[in-house]
């Protein structure tokens, strides 16, 4: 998730989730997690799941895992899920309840692309999530999709075919600006939606598993012809 939030405001809000939580330190994370909210099994369990998510994003993107740790956060004063240089931003419940879509920020963190359009860094992200908890392990936070990868193209057709969809389809694989996608269930769901069902034909069209490689891509307006007839199709 993009936010246009300060990053004073991020600073501050990073402090005040470091006091008071409980610490869990692997090779790759570094988890606060809030005193008291998980038992010590389950804060054990989702580091772990942290550990190999890294792990298996790093090795599906061919990239070496970088030595700076990452730092999680997993609060029940994060509202929504978000990635923000090094740190990512978890709410509580979602964790607790197997929710928590910590492969698409830690794709964000891993693989960041400032320059990159909204539609591919936010697609990217998410296809990367379903793929690597389909491929590899893990599970799919799924905030917008209903069986990850596998189901996204017929997600993306039920989308098209209602206004809030088709609003949000000039967005997804064009320069345009990006949306305003406050609005969760009628902008940001189809927006989500619609961006990784494109990101996933490229990545399956191309071979390229590379979020600056697809950045470059010189025939994108032919290429998004194509994924609009197939999924007509
Ligand atoms: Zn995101």
Redesign the pocket.
Known sequence: ??LGIGLLVLAGQCLALQSNSVVREGEHALVYYESGALSNQAMDEFSALLERGIGDIAKFAGITVPEQKISYFVNGRVDIS??RRRSVYLPLERVRTRSAPYL??TA?VLLPCDECPVWL??GY??FVQSYVSEHAGGYDGQIFTRRGNAGVDQDAVRWLGNERGKAMLPYVGTALQEPDLTDRRNAAAPFYVLAQSFVKFLVETTGLKDIHSLSALNDLPLLRERWLAGLKG
Do not use: L, N, P
């Open positions: 998730m993009r978000r990635a698409h920020e964000h860094g936010e992200a998410s």
